[in-house]
């Protein structure tokens, strides 16, 4: 039976827009957005998106239109009377209230700003001036829209019978993938794949996928606006940009030196248990933990992002140890490019010594590697990064230089003030 | 957008049907049909069911209460105008005006004949008696009704989300062996799947799966409905009915070594080209091929259907040559139980010495080998073959003797009557 109504109300669309609601972020921005809210709410920054798979001419393959019209109706949301009653009513890591009602009053009444776009060597440049609370909200959905927007573009020359054959083997692999962590004791996996996502019906389809097939050993996701819908666990901590704008704001190298634990100062006072996470690799990890102060001993668990995996849990172990802690008692989160191999091979070599936790992102939404010809709808390593806070360049280094984000001299000056030492290039896939 | 008034209208069905239309069967029933109709309307006949994976234990898996409604179904189904118009217009094998107004005639006013049904053993006895004519359009929707039952059966068990991943499964399956058999130069390969498919819809996806994976390589599909629907060609032959209905109706042993030259003598009346393919295993190869009349070295090709696909080609090029006939010219259809992997092998040993072509059945329209615990949805051997014509035994003994069928006393004389030597038993897959 034709749906004649729904048929002609189809024909209403002027795009299909990627999206929806401001909820389809990651709820680590949401934290991130009520600490700025509350400390630093007249920050100015700029963020930009960088594609760090230079060989992927995104411009090419994107229309320029097409890309405005997403950015668009992105800005055109408002948050609904339900999303901003499931901010205020539900619990997020057992804890009701995480949200203030100054908070979620800004954010009801929040639109995402303007944004800046060329074009330039077959690259976009794309860049969000403005408040930092504001701008920060771009990050995601930014980089949503521009992963989508490939996908659709290499998806478009697709017969309907190659499609259906593309997501029955894109579907089969991540079950598979989803058998072989079955297999992992005391498993507990995150979703953190919003922003590279291969599309959000994708992204839906691979949580129902990991909640079917791990039930509690699914942690959740990082997207809000899914695990509304699917009434799961909203997951996620912090992130680069908070060391990275307190750093840029530092008046002197103390300052400097200071920053990153500045963060994670404020962060203890607005947040408790499983949000203390810390996030030590923005200026090199070794350093960060050598000069950490006494209290952050205190703190749940490491993130362990851009150092080799099996380094980092090591790093981590002997660190708590050097502080009198029982690393049995302290959790580790991997989210670094993870796979399968590599969430195996973490998982047989720290099981039993500390707490696991993995934040599944690229490989997880977006694993398309092979399935059309030329690797068309491979991933790529695109990041939304901030380049400036109150006019000052920001800077990440992390431990891999591959990574390392800022003007040359202020890396430099960074290298010395954290006293980084040579590092070695680890190779970044997604 | 909910369609109310479709899913209003969803709970007026009964029953899911099956079997929606008589020309959801196999084209070769049709063509030995209309040889039937012209020179043995009278013959009675009894055709049976017969599980040869006795450990299934269907009787156990289908309700007795839902087989009956299906087959109750199927006889209330009459040819449509547009599928008179379809056989009346289309073209077979490039030959118009394929049935004769007479046939057509006498299938317009044809419905399924009535049915016996009793359990045993955790099987299920269905028979059907009565004109052959008649009863010979059983066989195909009879086990299609039973396959799929017993896959619905199955699947009634699973969830939402585990039949998505199971079709995304098979479907991945079905087309990686497409895209191996895309491989082989000057393929011919046609679906004669029908009555052991998963499914219906099933069958017709691999269709469509063949289409679009193999084009032109694809011949066609023995499903008329989905031929009709889709616009491709439909094929087959002629089955071990015939030569066991006749061998059945001789008098003496005379005539019963002259039965299955009999068949392909009014076959040769009644049909040409393509369609003059031996059929010769019913009662062993090898001596039927010796004491073939000289004109049967005419015909088109030879199926190999019940031998070791390898030994039966090279003895059908021994014969061709024996006979004074270039292999090259001639055609050898292979289709007992065959998957990727045997027609590579056949391909390989046969291409350029002969003709092929490959009638994929059972292994291409339901491969669920594995997909469910236990091997729940695994194909079965089963059959439904004439058991007796006007009331003395049909006897049928192939090349391999797990397919013999027949009473013990009869099929030591048929061995005696054809100089059938003793046989090795090969397994019996599909």
């Given at each position: 039976m034709t749906d004649l109504a729904k048929r002609v109300y189809d024909h209403t669309w002027k795009i299909d827009p990627i999206?929806?609601?401001?909820?389809?972020?990651?709820?680590y921005k949401l934290l991130m957005a009520q600490t700025i809210l509350r400390r630093h709410r007249d920050t100015q920054v700029t963020f930009g998106i960088q594609n760090?798979?230079?060989?992927?001419?995104i411009a090419d393959l994107v229309d320029e239109g097409e890309l405005r019209e997403q950015l668009d109706h992105a800005r055109s949301l408002r948050l609904t009377r339900g999303e901003a009653t499931w901010l205020r009513g539900n619990s997020f890591y057992g804890r009701r209230?995480?949200?203030s009602a100054e908070f979620i009053d800004w954010f009801e009444g929040f639109r995402l700003p303007d944004y800046h776009l060329e074009k330039r060597d077959g690259q976009y440049l794309l860049t969000f001036h403005g408040l930092w609370v504001e701008t920060t909200l771009w990050e995601v959905p930014a980089l949503a829209i521009l992963n989508e927007l490939r996908s659709r573009g290499v998806l478009r020359h697709l017969g309907k019978f190659e499609l259906q054959v593309l997501y029955a083997r894109a579907m089969t692999r991540v079950w598979e993938k989803i058998e072989r962590l079955k297999?992992?004791?005391?498993l507990s996996i995150a979703d953190f794949g919003t922003r590279r996502r291969h599309g959000f019906l994708w992204q839906d389809w691979c949580v129902e996928a990991m909640l079917a097939g791990l039930g509690p050993r699914f942690?959740?996701?990082?997207?809000c606006l899914i695990a509304q819908r699917r009434e799961v666990e909203a997951v996620g901590t912090n992130a680069h940009e908070l060391p990275m704008v307190y750093a840029a704001l530092a008046e002197d190298d103390e300052g400097l030196a200071a920053a990153p634990y500045a963060v994670l100062a404020d962060w203890q006072q607005d947040y408790d248990g499983n949000l203390?996470?810390?996030?030590?690799?923005?200026?090199?990890t070794a350093g960060f933990l050598e000069r950490?102060?006494?209290?952050?001993?205190?703190?749940t668990g490491i993130r362990i992002d851009s150092k080799d995996p099996i380094e980092g849990g090591e790093e981590a172990i002997a660190w708590w140890r050097s502080r009198?802690?029982?690393?049995?008692a302290k959790l580790a989160i991997f989210s670094d490019g993870l796979d399968v191999e590599a969430i195996e091979t973490i998982h047989a070599r720290f099981h039993g010594r500390m707490r696991l936790g993995y934040g599944w992102g690229t490989l997880l939404t977006?694993?398309?590697?092979?399935?059309v010809p030329d690797g068309a709808l491979d991933p790529i390593s695109i990041v939304c990064k901030v380049l400036d806070a109150n006019g000052r360049p920001a800077v990440k280094i992390s431990?891999?230089?591959?990574?390392a984000i800022g003007p040359a001299d202020e890396i430099a000056r960074y290298k010395r003030v954290f006293g980084v030492p040579e590092q070695a290039a680890l190779p970044v896939l997604v």
């Open positions: 999206v929806r609601s401001l909820l389809d972020t990651d709820f760090r798979s230079r060989q992927v001419r209230q995480m949200f297999r992992l004791p005391d942690l959740g996701t990082s997207n203390l996470v810390i996030l030590p690799d923005t200026y090199g950490a102060p006494e209290w952050m001993t205190a703190w009198g802690c029982d690393p049995q977006n694993d398309f590697r092979g399935l431990d891999n230089p591959t990574k």
